[in-house]
């Protein structure tokens, strides 16, 4: 049996619903690392990252630059800045060019994560409205990582799940309501 | 698209540019690094890793491309308006009491930061005795920055955050709109200076009351950020101001313990206790 160390979590419109219900799911002995990467309002700043922590006692860490990638961690992309993942596991931020109007793009950040943890990588791409992510996702395939998508009929806004699901074989579509208790199983596999 | 170039072939390109023109790029944060280059290799469409690292061998003008492609260019004016507030209410009424006040902007890219500074300036009535001095690696956006023209399409954009920043005046009275450019008044740009400068292998040219690097050091690695530290630290009066990008700071600098931050904003003042 195949255990992730880094889930990469990517939506865009409609998602934070769904990124609220699985964090409570998800208990303060989390033996992985999962990265959020959503795209909001430069101006609602850091909001996102209470609203979470007010959900779960696990910790949850905007990332910063050069932040080491360790378990028992959900990490948020800060607004206005791509995640990047070093070979060393730790983050970096880069401020380029937005990719598909967006700035983090999901597709950075899957295909940089891809680069790195290959097989031990899996992807969720939720609710969303346009394609970022889609790309990405197909590299993480061809690195051997996993990857799920938001069943589109029940996603706020099916194109982001969509796309993936036309464009390759996508190893799980989880309906909205069953994505906390997926993660969950995804997150404590039984002892090996 | 498939990666088409490997860590390891890129540790390959970056010692050949190293030795071939003296650019040394190996102290880069690799996965951003990593993703520009395969950027660049794919927009060109090389067939293969060998002829592109031939042709960066032996094509120099080719190579400039690379540097212009390969660092990041990304600017706006005004970037973080509660920054440039901070500017105007704490750190200019300091300035404003040396005679002659000296400002460097590292990694200016094409300027936008650097005519935002000149415009707190003339609003502050300091413009007169000050001078910009803005560097990058990429000499392409240096001549940019000296022309002092921008896309009439992110007006909107800045004016917004000036008014954000405190400005008080037309945002349009700084610049002359023809067609899609904006030309930036001829006296903020009277008091600047743009000039090439790596920051990975050059020397401190001067002495300043205020250094800004906003969103360079997150692409250096940990070791070549601590160098470009120093660089700041040597280059600073005592009682200057260093100010950083939203998400960088200097807390695991070699530096960190003579420098005090500025309310929430990423702005250190130099002190260096007496006695």
């Known amino acids: 049996m195949r255990r992730a160390e880094l889930i990469v979590i990517g939506g865009s419109a409609g998602s934070l619903q769904v990124i609220m219900s699985i964090i409570p799911a998800i208990g303060p002995d989390l033996p992985l690392a999962i990265l959020v990467v959503i795209h909001r309002n430069v101006d609602f700043e850091s909001s996102l990252e209470e609203l979470l922590s007010a959900r779960t006692r696990v910790s949850i860490k905007e990332v910063e630059?050069?932040?080491?990638?360790?378990?028992?961690?959900?990490?948020?992309?800060?607004?206005?800045?791509?995640?990047?993942?070093?070979?060393?596991?730790?983050?970096?931020?880069?401020?380029?060019?937005?990719?598909?109007?967006?700035?983090?793009?999901?597709?950075v950040t899957f295909r940089s994560a891809a680069e790195v943890y290959g097989k031990k990588l899996v992807?969720?791409?939720?609710?969303?409205?346009?394609?970022?992510?889609?790309?990405?996702?197909?590299?993480?395939?061809?690195?051997?990582?996993?990857?799920?998508?938001?069943?589109?009929?029940?996603?706020?806004?099916?194109?982001?799940?969509?796309?993936?699901?036309i464009r390759m074989t996508i190893d799980f579509i989880v309906p909205a309501g069953e994505m906390p208790a997926f993660i969950k199983g995804l997150v404590y596999l039984p002892p090996a | 698209m498939t990666a088409a170039i490997r860590y390891e072939e890129m540790e390959i390109l970056l010692n050949d540019l190293f030795t071939r023109y003296g650019y040394d790029f190996t102290e880069y944060s690799k996965a951003s690094l990593l993703r520009r280059i395969q950027r660049l290799f794919s927009l060109d469409k090389f067939p293969s890793f060998a002829e592109f690292r031939h042709r960066l061998q032996h094509d120099p003008q080719y190579f400039r491309r690379f540097v212009e492609e390969v660092t990041v260019n990304v600017t706006e004016m005004l970037r973080d308006p509660s920054f440039y507030r901070t500017l105007r209410t704490s750190i200019l009424p300091v300035l404003a009491t040396y005679p002659f006040i000296r400002i460097w902007h590292a990694g200016c890219s094409t300027g936008e930061e650097v005519y935002s500074m000149a415009i707190l300036l003339k609003e502050a009535g300091l413009l007169h005795k000050s001078l910009l001095y803005g560097t990058d690696i990429n000499p392409q956006v240096i001549e940019k920055a000296r022309r002092g023209i921008f896309p009439v399409s992110q007006m909107q954009k800045y004016s917004e955050n000036y008014i954000q920043?405190?400005?008080?005046?037309?945002?349009?009275?700084?610049?002359?709109?023809?067609?899609?450019?904006?030309?930036?008044?001829?006296?903020?740009?009277?008091?600047?200076?743009?000039?090439?400068?790596?920051?990975?292998?050059?020397?401190?040219?001067?002495?300043?009351?205020?250094?800004?690097?906003?969103?360079?050091?997150?692409?250096?690695?940990?070791?070549?950020?601590?160098?470009?530290?120093?660089?700041?630290?040597?280059?600073?009066?005592?009682?200057?101001?260093?100010?950083?990008?939203?998400?960088?700071?200097?807390?695991?600098?070699?530096?960190?313990d003579r420098y005090k931050q500025i309310g929430k904003e990423k702005i250190w003042r130099k002190i260096y206790e007496t006695g």
């Open chain 1, 65 to 107: 630059e050069k932040d080491p990638i360790l378990p028992g961690t959900i990490y948020l992309a800060p607004a206005d800045y791509h995640v990047l993942i070093e070979d060393d596991r730790t983050f970096s931020l880069d401020y380029s060019e937005k990719v598909n109007f967006s700035r983090p793009s999901i597709d």
């Open chain 1, 123 to 165: 992807c969720v791409l939720l609710s969303g409205g346009n394609a970022d992510g889609v790309e990405g996702m197909l590299y993480v395939k061809e690195k051997g990582g996993g990857v799920v998508a938001q069943d589109p009929a029940t996603a706020e806004v099916p194109y982001m799940p969509q796309h993936a699901i």
């Open chain 2, 165 to 256: 920043s405190g400005g008080i005046k037309d945002f349009s009275s700084y610049y002359t709109a023809n067609y899609h450019l904006a030309k930036f008044d001829g006296s903020l740009t009277g008091k600047m200076i743009f000039s090439t400068h790596n920051l990975v292998s050059d020397f401190s040219f001067n002495e300043f009351q205020l250094i800004l690097c906003r969103n360079v050091l997150i692409y250096f690695e940990r070791h070549l950020q601590a160098k470009v530290f120093k660089l700041f630290d040597y280059s600073l009066e005592n009682f200057g101001y260093l100010a950083l990008g939203a998400k960088e700071s200097i807390r695991f600098s070699p530096i960190a």
